[in-house]
């Protein structure tokens, strides 16, 4: 959704790719993708608290 943010890409961080380099990870798999996102009011709370992206991708 709009607002949404891509955390991971089939289980591996995108943290410092960037955007041409995650859109080659998406599309380097024919048959399946998997992505970890975050909505706006999670990605506030888990920074408000403390928690960077690493701690939503154990």
């Known amino acids: ?3 949404d943010r ?5 289980g591996e961080s995108i943290e410092g790719l960037d955007h041409e380099q995650t859109v080659h990870r998406i599309r380097a798999r024919d048959d ?3 992505l970890l996102v975050i909505d706006p009011a999670g990605d506030q709370f888990y920074h408000s608290v ?3 992206d690493t701690v939503l991708l154990w």
């Open 6 to 10: 891509v955390l991971a890409v089939n």
């Open 50 to 52: 403390g928690f960077g």
């Open 32 to 34: 399946q993708v998997t």
């Open 1 to 3: 959704k709009e607002g």
